[in-house]
């Protein structure tokens, strides 16, 4: 290997190095992951956490993220060892944080790392966060959720992560009812999901949304691979779409109950919901006999306006980097749905959830 080769390659993983702290930062869990080999590790022993594959550095770093009130990484240079097309390292870094539950503190730390060349240039095998110093003083500054945006990201969008009030959940429950809807104020995902259990019966015709909500929790595993349920999605996805077109819209225009999230809920009353085909919305609609929807905290906005508006600057990008990760194609707001009452009442029910979770 020659001296610019050598250059080259340690640029190269100092950009990656710069990429994890972004994405940490951005809560970019998609790309976080992308960071890594299909197999790698973010081991966190003093966490503790341990995550192993693409897969579960998503899921994982959704449970952790989603218990911050603020965060902070600065990540300083440090050693890099080359060894053909793979490489050994140690990052500095210094972290301010505060968790939603009111735990805080300070504290210096190092990543221990392996990286891998790979066709797609060089990626993490294994990061290995060790900390070093901690201090969980109380912290004298503040995150005002209006100054949360960073770099091309608008301070507005950013404040779209950050959970309702609890004075705000219980507005949009109360509008929501008003409006017609049955709404109810869970605690978290695992509740949610245990209700969701009392919802449905068992034996049910259940149509599932593409949601990272129901992926998350637990929920789209429990319908979709459970044996509990008649569940629609995969007898879709064992279709031929060129062929069985016409099958396909017929089973998921009239479940007997849809399941699924929302990429806002304001506190007038108002659900909005986001398609890029628009396959699954005329169940939301009114096709689906019964429908259940459940809403993390973070998506809870004053009005339809900004509801709109965190459709755009908020779930699409995120919604879009799945796509082009799942299906390798992007995502688009082709088609809106506004469910502003519903006039058939026990239709539908909305878990409006203390947490954050999903887009």
Not at 14 to 43: C, H, K, V
């Amino acid at each position: 290997m020659n001296d610019f080769q050598a250059i080259a390659d340690r640029v190269e993983i100092e950009a990656l190095r710069g990429e994890f702290t972004d994405a940490a930062m951005m809560r970019d869990r998609l790309r976080m992951a992308s960071l890594f080999i299909p197999d790698g590790a973010l081991r966190m022993p003093d966490i503790p956490a341990e995550l192993v594959g693409r897969e579960e550095i998503i899921t994982g770093g959704e449970r952790l993220q989603r218990q911050w009130d603020f965060f902070v990484q600065t990540t300083h240079p440090g050693t890099i060892l080359l060894d053909g097309d793979t490489a050994t390292g140690r990052a500095y870094i210094q972290e301010l944080a505060r968790t939603l539950d009111g735990r805080q503190g300070l504290n210096y730390a190092i990543y221990h790392d392996r990286y891998q060349r790979t066709v797609e240039g060089w990626k993490f095998a294994e990061r290995v966060y060790e900390i070093r110093y901690l201090d969980t003083s109380p912290l004298a500054g503040t995150a005002p959720h209006a100054a949360r945006g960073s770099g091309n990201i608008p301070a507005h969008a950013a404040s779209f992560t950050h959970p309702a009030s609890a004075e705000r959940l219980e507005r949009a429950g109360a509008a929501l009812r008003a409006n017609g809807f049955a709404a109810e104020i869970l605690d978290d995902a695992a509740a949610a999901r245990a209700r969701v259990k009392d919802l449905v019966p068992e034996g049910a015709c259940v149509l599932t949304g593409a949601s990272e909500t129901l992926r998350l929790s637990g929920i789209d595993e429990d319908i979709n691979a459970g044996g509990r349920y008649d569940a629609i999605r995969p007898r879709v996805l064992a279709i031929d779409r060129a062929t069985g077109a016409d099958e396909i819209r017929r089973l998921t225009a009239g479940p007997e109950f849809v399941v699924n999230s929302v990429a806002a809920v304001t506190e007038t009353g108002s659900l909005v919901l986001a398609s890029g085909s628009g396959s699954q919305l005329p169940a939301d609609a009114g096709g689906a006999a019964r429908a259940v929807w459940i809403v993390g905290a973070q998506k809870v906005v004053p009005d339809l306006s900004t509801a709109l508006r965190r459709v755009e600057e908020h779930a699409l990008p995120l919604e879009n980097a799945r796509a082009q990760a799942v299906y390798g194609m992007p995502s688009a707001v082709n088609r809106l749905l506004i469910l502003n009452a519903e006039p058939r009442p026990g239709r539908g029910t909305v878990l409006l959830l203390r947490e954050a979770i999903g887009f």
